[in-house]
Protein backbone atom coordinates (compact mmCIF):
# COMPACT_ATOMS: atom_id res chain seq x y z
CA UNK A 1 0.00 0.00 0.00
CA UNK A 2 3.33 2.04 -0.45
CA UNK A 3 2.87 3.41 3.71
CA UNK A 4 5.90 4.31 5.23
CA UNK A 5 6.07 2.66 8.91
CA UNK A 6 5.23 5.85 10.97
CA UNK A 7 1.78 5.68 8.62
CA UNK A 8 0.92 2.52 9.27
CA UNK A 9 1.85 2.29 13.04
CA UNK A 10 -0.45 5.82 13.11
CA UNK A 11 -3.43 3.62 11.27
CA UNK A 12 -3.09 0.49 13.46
CA UNK A 13 -2.26 3.01 16.70
CA UNK A 14 0.71 0.64 17.93
CA UNK A 15 3.97 2.07 18.02
CA UNK A 16 6.35 1.83 14.70
CA UNK A 17 8.85 0.18 16.65
CA UNK A 18 6.52 -2.74 17.60
CA UNK A 19 5.36 -2.94 14.02
CA UNK A 20 9.49 -3.36 13.18
CA UNK A 21 9.96 -5.92 15.82
CA UNK A 22 6.96 -8.01 14.89
CA UNK A 23 7.93 -7.72 10.93
CA UNK A 24 11.35 -9.24 12.00
CA UNK A 25 10.09 -12.14 14.31
CA UNK A 26 11.35 -10.00 17.52
CA UNK A 27 7.77 -9.67 18.55
CA UNK A 28 4.41 -11.57 18.69
CA UNK A 29 1.43 -9.48 18.14
CA UNK A 30 -1.69 -9.86 19.93
CA UNK A 31 -5.22 -10.60 18.61
CA UNK A 32 -6.36 -7.08 19.03
CA UNK A 33 -2.85 -5.39 17.49
CA UNK A 34 -3.40 -8.32 14.42
CA UNK A 35 -6.96 -6.61 14.51
CA UNK A 36 -5.79 -2.97 13.64
CA UNK A 37 -2.83 -4.04 11.47
CA UNK A 38 -5.58 -6.01 9.65
CA UNK A 39 -7.90 -2.76 9.79
CA UNK A 40 -4.64 -0.39 9.07
CA UNK A 41 -4.21 -2.47 5.57
CA UNK A 42 -7.46 -2.79 4.49
CA UNK A 43 -8.15 -6.60 4.87
CA UNK A 44 -9.00 -8.66 7.63
CA UNK A 45 -7.19 -10.82 10.22
CA UNK A 46 -7.41 -14.14 8.46
CA UNK A 47 -4.46 -12.79 6.38
CA UNK A 48 -2.28 -13.17 9.12
CA UNK A 49 -3.65 -16.32 10.42
CA UNK A 50 -4.48 -18.51 7.63
CA UNK A 51 -1.88 -20.70 6.59
CA UNK A 52 -0.92 -20.97 3.55
CA UNK A 53 -3.02 -23.79 1.30
CA UNK A 54 -1.19 -27.21 1.58
CA UNK A 55 -0.78 -27.85 -2.31
CA UNK A 56 1.49 -24.72 -2.26
CA UNK A 57 4.04 -26.37 0.05
CA UNK A 58 4.89 -29.41 -2.24
CA UNK A 59 7.37 -29.37 -4.55
CA UNK A 60 6.90 -32.34 -7.56
CA UNK A 61 9.92 -33.73 -8.88
CA UNK A 62 8.37 -33.20 -12.33
CA UNK A 63 7.67 -29.47 -12.45
CA UNK A 64 11.20 -28.11 -10.87
CA UNK A 65 11.23 -23.88 -10.06
CA UNK A 66 14.19 -23.05 -11.46
CA UNK A 67 16.10 -20.12 -10.51
CA UNK A 68 17.38 -17.69 -14.12
CA UNK A 69 20.36 -16.82 -13.15
CA UNK A 70 23.37 -16.53 -15.75
CA UNK A 71 25.27 -19.42 -14.26
CA UNK A 72 26.71 -22.49 -15.68
CA UNK A 73 25.31 -24.07 -11.89
CA UNK A 74 21.56 -24.86 -12.22
CA UNK A 75 19.34 -23.92 -9.14
CA UNK A 76 15.95 -25.52 -8.34
CA UNK A 77 13.56 -24.14 -5.56
CA UNK A 78 13.00 -26.89 -3.29
CA UNK A 79 11.61 -24.91 -0.30
CA UNK A 80 8.34 -23.64 -0.32
CA UNK A 81 6.64 -19.69 0.07
CA UNK A 82 5.84 -19.50 3.68
CA UNK A 83 5.01 -16.72 6.60
CA UNK A 84 8.23 -16.05 8.11
CA UNK A 85 10.30 -18.39 6.37
CA UNK A 86 13.55 -18.84 8.21
CA UNK A 87 15.93 -21.33 5.92
CA UNK A 88 15.62 -21.95 1.66
CA UNK A 89 16.37 -25.16 0.01
CA UNK A 90 18.05 -25.41 -3.50
CA UNK A 91 18.65 -28.62 -5.63
CA UNK A 92 21.83 -27.62 -7.13
CA UNK A 93 23.81 -29.00 -10.63
CA UNK A 94 27.11 -27.99 -10.91
CA UNK A 95 28.78 -29.27 -14.18
CA UNK A 96 32.43 -30.65 -13.92
CA UNK A 97 34.91 -28.09 -13.20
CA UNK A 98 33.08 -25.51 -12.21
CA UNK A 99 33.91 -23.87 -8.46
CA UNK A 100 31.30 -21.95 -6.69
CA UNK A 101 32.59 -18.67 -4.90
CA UNK A 102 33.94 -18.10 -1.79
CA UNK A 103 30.87 -17.58 0.69
CA UNK A 104 30.99 -15.54 3.95
CA UNK A 105 28.15 -14.35 5.67
CA UNK A 106 27.94 -12.82 9.19
CA UNK A 107 24.73 -14.27 9.97
CA UNK A 108 23.52 -17.89 9.25
CA UNK A 109 24.48 -21.57 8.24
CA UNK A 110 24.70 -23.17 5.43
CA UNK A 111 24.08 -27.15 4.68
CA UNK A 112 25.08 -29.30 1.49
CA UNK A 113 23.86 -32.95 0.97
CA UNK A 114 26.02 -34.58 -1.90
CA UNK A 115 23.23 -36.23 -3.90
CA UNK A 116 25.23 -37.77 -6.98
CA UNK A 117 29.37 -36.96 -8.06
CA UNK A 118 31.86 -35.61 -6.23
CA UNK A 119 32.68 -31.84 -5.00
CA UNK A 120 35.54 -30.82 -3.08
CA UNK A 121 34.97 -28.12 0.16
CA UNK A 122 37.02 -25.67 1.39
CA UNK A 123 36.26 -24.65 4.85
CA UNK A 124 38.80 -21.74 6.17
CA UNK A 125 41.70 -23.57 5.69
CA UNK A 126 40.73 -27.13 5.33
CA UNK A 127 39.59 -28.92 2.73
CA UNK A 128 37.69 -31.82 2.01
CA UNK A 129 36.01 -34.25 -0.27
CA UNK A 130 32.28 -35.14 -0.65
CA UNK A 131 30.92 -37.74 -2.80
CA UNK A 132 27.16 -38.77 -2.42
CA UNK A 133 25.65 -39.11 0.71
CA UNK A 134 28.48 -37.10 2.47
CA UNK A 135 26.93 -33.67 3.80
CA UNK A 136 28.59 -30.45 5.47
CA UNK A 137 27.21 -27.89 7.58
CA UNK A 138 28.56 -24.80 8.04
CA UNK A 139 28.46 -21.37 10.05
CA UNK A 140 28.47 -19.09 7.07
CA UNK A 141 31.18 -16.72 9.73
CA UNK A 142 33.84 -19.61 8.11
CA UNK A 143 34.78 -19.19 4.28
CA UNK A 144 33.76 -21.63 2.18
CA UNK A 145 33.71 -22.59 -0.86
CA UNK A 146 32.74 -25.70 -3.10
CA UNK A 147 34.17 -26.86 -6.60
CA UNK A 148 33.25 -30.25 -8.45
CA UNK A 149 36.83 -31.58 -9.74
CA UNK A 150 35.24 -34.29 -10.82
CA UNK A 151 34.43 -35.59 -14.29
CA UNK A 152 30.84 -35.73 -14.11
CA UNK A 153 27.66 -32.84 -12.80
CA UNK A 154 27.52 -32.98 -9.21
CA UNK A 155 24.07 -32.70 -7.58
CA UNK A 156 23.71 -31.40 -4.83
CA UNK A 157 20.94 -30.35 -1.95
CA UNK A 158 21.75 -27.18 -0.09
CA UNK A 159 19.86 -25.63 2.79
CA UNK A 160 20.62 -21.97 4.30
CA UNK A 161 19.65 -19.91 7.09
CA UNK A 162 18.43 -16.83 7.15
CA UNK A 163 17.06 -16.66 3.87
CA UNK A 164 18.72 -15.21 1.06
CA UNK A 165 15.72 -15.76 -1.73
CA UNK A 166 12.69 -13.48 -2.13
CA UNK A 167 9.73 -15.34 -1.62
CA UNK A 168 8.63 -17.00 -4.47
Known sequence: MKLT??????????????????ERGKATP?????????RALET???????PPPAASLVHRGDDPVYLELN???????IDSDIRNQQMNALLMEIPAGISLPVVHREVGEDFFYVLEG???????EKEFTLGAGDSVHINTQLDHSIVNSGKTTARLIWVGTPPILPSS
Not at 5 to 22: C, G
Not at 44 to 50: A, E, G, K, N, P
Not at 71 to 77: G, L, Q
Request: charged share 15%.
Open 5 to 22: LQELAERAELSPAFISQA
Open 30 to 38: SIVSLVNLA
Open 44 to 50: DIHYFLT
Open 71 to 77: SPVTYAR
Open 118 to 124: TVDTTIG
